[in-house]
């Protein structure tokens, strides 16, 4: 049961242009999500969150947008750079019973990023 | 360094034999979480820690896995009688407090069962 999907494995764009990456998920409980960036042989390094209660954040190049209605979160990189060729991460989470579990991340497989100079 | 670190960075080990991965936080940190990635696929949850205490163990696979973060720093995931399935790539993050956002994950300890 796959929470949170990332349907394209993979994007190449040209550098100066605009990334999309986009995530799905189906559990209506999620109420806070987050993009994370991977290089080979690191660990995710945390990009940008947005709340539930928000449809879109802005950080420089990096804005994530939301839809809670069609359960749909989107990243958009303007403009790219060869630097942010990596894997990106979708993640979402949920208050658990009690309002813990905020630290429990699902997590999308992932969708590699290719900027080409 | 000032981030997580996983010790070892690769583990190659035998069907059946025990492993004990263990993780480093930043320190300062009382929040410390444990994630499994397999090929191809993004990080899953495995069990959080918040302090000494285990919050939330609900994504251990099974009774073979179990882990301890008995001082509330440095934590080590253990696995009893390992399968070819639990070949994957497991990452530690930890955090100031509980927080889904501020997570910073280490370099991942690559544990490979022959």
């Known amino acids: 049961d796959q929470q949170v999907k990332q349907n394209s494995p993979s994007l190449s764009v040209q550098e100066g242009r605009i990334s999309i990456l986009n995530c799905d998920y189906t559990?209506?409980?999620?109420?806070?999500f987050l993009w994370y960036k991977k290089y080979p042989a690191e660990g995710p390094t945390f990009l940008i969150s947005?709340?539930?209660?928000?449809d879109k954040n802005e950080d420089g190049r990096f804005t994530v947008f939301l839809n809670k209605s069609a359960k749909h979160l989107s990243l958009h990189i303007v403009p790219s750079q060869p630097g942010d060729s990596a894997v990106y991460f979708c993640?979402?989470?949920?208050?658990?019973?009690?309002?813990?579990?905020?630290?429990?991340?699902?997590f999308g497989q992932g969708t590699i990023l290719t900027v080409h100079p | 360094g000032a981030g997580v670190s996983q010790t070892p960075s690769n583990k190659v080990t035998e069907k059946g034999k025990y492993v004990e991965l263990r993780c480093d936080p930043i320190?300062?940190?009382?929040?410390l979480y444990w994630y499994r990635q397999s090929l191809g696929q993004g990080p899953e949850f495995l069990i959080y820690?918040?302090?000494?205490?285990?919050?939330?163990d609900s994504g251990l696979p099974n009774d073979r896995f179990f882990a301890v973060r008995p001082e509330g720093s440095v934590s080590t995931l253990k696995i009893q009688r390992t399968e070819r399935g639990d070949s994957a790539v497991y990452l530690c993050?930890?955090?100031?407090?509980?927080?889904?956002?501020?997570?910073?994950f280490g370099p991942g300890t690559r544990l490979t069962v022959l």
């Open positions: 820690f918040q302090g000494t205490g285990a919050a939330d």
């Open positions: 559990n209506s409980m999620f109420d806070y």
């Open positions: 947005i709340s539930s209660i928000k």
């Open positions: 993050a930890s955090s100031l407090t509980l927080s889904a956002g501020k997570q910073f």
């Open positions: 993640a979402a989470s949920s208050p658990g019973t009690g309002g813990t579990s905020y630290g429990k991340l699902t």
């Open positions: 320190s300062g940190h009382t929040a």
